[in-house]
């Protein structure tokens, strides 16, 4: 196999890396170059994969601004093209490493190639297995809690991806930046798969590479505390908007417009029924804040976009998280809104 570099990315996950790194350091061939890309952590990591990776190096960010800057000085400090990057609470194994390179080197066209990720704490069930673009600026997990039976597919192309985990050709990369600094947290991943798809390359969805994902960011993830932290609130609806600013057309834009400010509406309602509505304005005055900035990027991505919007997005139930459900009111708002949105699609996508 080509020679490759591994990036994990961390925060203060001293916790996770003492039961990841031992499985890192097994890797053996697969990869030739193992960075600890470390988020200005200030628990003990940094001393733990000197440790137990002591041919390893470490990349020190004096901020922790977002994952995605992170990946950015991974994506520069590699030595070689071909790129691993795991966050700190997934653990590899040598097949998969194997299996998500080798779609890379089979596939001329893809930039991207994204394991069947399942939860350390749920065996038995997919978490995801790449992903795709809802029309409302969601990200549809693809096979999400479907069983974790032997896989019965090669590689796929998808539309999106989540940055659990996942392998890069970084010569293979055309869009304009790798991880949009301008995202906090949530979407940043989205971004950058949508826009690998709008530069003309492919994004592939590996069922055969199975990593395994531990219990993720306290105070972001709901793994840890079962809830929506108000950072995971604020980043959800800033890193949509910003999303969809940045990569809908303008086509796409007066077509599903309608559609869009309907869907914003509820949304605002439900964030006052929740009492998000503080999270909800945070989020917006950042996103203000940004336009300049934000503007100059849509004019860079649509200038050089490679395919339209109906050969991007796609329809069906609006990603919903079932934690947010409290009641069966909420349930029969969410069935309704459902139908109203997928009927509007059906008619709208006929323009795009």
Not at 94 to 120: C, D, K, M, W, Y
Not at 332 to 347: K, Q, S, V
């Amino acid at each position: 196999m080509t020679a490759a570099t591994l990036c994990i990315v961390n925060h203060n996950g001293a916790l996770h890396l003492a039961h990841t790194l031992p499985r890192i350091a097994c890797l053996g061939q697969c990869v030739d170059e193992i960075l600890l890309l470390d988020n200005a952590s200030t628990d003990s990591s940094q001393e733990m994969f000197s440790s137990l990776i002591p041919a390893g190096r470490i990349v020190q960010l004096h901020e922790n601004r977002s994952p995605g800057a992170a990946r950015n000085a991974g994506f520069r400090a590699a030595r070689n093209d071909w790129i691993l990057f795991a966050d700190n609470d997934i653990v590899l194994g040598p097949h998969a490493v194997g299996e998500l390179f080798r779609a890379l080197e089979q596939h001329s066209n893809a930039v991207i190639a994204l394991p069947r990720v399942i939860l350390t704490r749920r065996p038995d069930f997919i978490q995801y297995e790449g992903a795709y673009d809802h029309w409302l600026g969601h990200m549809i997990l693809r096979h999400e809690d479907a069983p974790a039976s032997a896989p019965a597919e090669d590689a796929v192309v998808v539309d999106s991806m989540v940055s659990a985990c996942f392998a890069l050709e970084r010569r293979r990369w055309r869009a304009p930046e790798f991880f949009d600094p301008g995202y906090r947290f949530y979407y940043e991943d989205h971004d950058v798969g949508v826009r690998a798809r709008l530069s003309g390359v492919q994004v592939l969805a590996v069922p055969t590479a199975v990593v395994m994902h531990g219990d993720g960011t306290p105070n972001l993830s709901m793994r840890p505390g079962g809830g929506y932290a108000p950072r995971r609130i604020q980043t959800l609806i800033e890193g949509r908007w910003r999303h969809l600013v940045k990569n809908l057309s303008l086509r796409g834009f007066c077509v599903l417009g309608p559609g869009l400010l309907a869907y914003e509406l509820l949304q605002f309602g439900g964030v006052l029924v929740k009492g998000w509505a503080p999270h909800w304005w945070i989020a917006l005055r950042h996103t203000l804040r940004g336009r300049g900035e934000l503007m100059a990027q849509r004019r860079r991505i649509q200038r050089s976009r490679q395919i339209p919007d109906r050969d991007l997005l796609r329809g069906g139930d609006i990603p919903f998280k079932p934690e947010l459900a409290g009641g069966s009111g909420t349930r029969m708002a969410l069935r309704a809104c459902n139908r109203l949105f997928e009927g509007y699609w059906r008619i709208a996508r006929r323009w795009l």
